[in-house]
C-alpha cells in the first residue's frame, strides 16, 4: 500500500482544515487506517484510526471531540476534519494503514507527511 497525505497548510487557532490520504497498491478498504503526527522537538503520536469494514473509530484524548477520521473505500481515500485546532496541534500528520484494527500500536504502511502550523 503506498500513501500520500495532502491537505495541510497554516491556519489561525479555531480554524479548521480537512486532510486527505490517498492510497494505491493494495486492498484498501481491508486495512485500518491511522493519523499520526510528529510536533517540533517531540516523538510521533497517534491522533486517530478509522476500521475498514465496522467504521469504527478511536481517538487520542488530546483530539477527540475536535477532529473526525473518516473514509472513502471507493476512491481510496481516508480523511482527517480538524475543527477548533489549537497551536499544540501544529505538527507534521503523517497517514498510515495496519492490518490489525483501530487499537493496534503496530502500522506497516506509512505515507509522506503533510505539515500542519496553527498560528495563536
Known amino acids: 500500500v503506498q500513501l500520500q497525505a495532502s491537505g495541510g497548510g497554516l491556519v489561525q487557532a479555531g480554524g479548521s482544515l480537512r486532510l486527505s490520504c490517498a492510497a494505491s497498491g493494495r486492498t484498501f478498504s481491508s486495512y485500518t487506517m491511522g493519523w499520526f503526527r510528529r510536533a517540533p522537538g517531540k516523538e510521533r503520536e497517534f491522533v486517530a484510526a478509522?476500521?475498514?469494514?465496522?467504521?469504527?473509530?478511536h481517538y487520542a484524548d488530546s483530539v477527540r471531540g475536535r477532529f473526525t477520521v473518516s473514509r472513502d473505500n471507493a476512491k481510496n481515500t481516508v480523511y482527517l476534519q480538524m475543527n477548533s485546532l489549537k497551536p499544540e496541534d501544529t505538527a507534521v500528520y503523517f497517514c498510515?494503514?495496519?492490518?490489525?484494527?483501530?487499537?493496534?500500536?503496530?502500522?506497516?504502511?506509512w505515507g509522506q507527511g503533510t505539515l500542519v502550523t496553527v498560528s495563536s
Open positions: 478509522i476500521g475498514w469494514t465496522d467504521l469504527s473509530t
Open positions: 498510515a494503514a495496519n492490518s490489525f484494527g483501530v487499537r493496534a500500536t503496530r502500522y506497516d504502511y
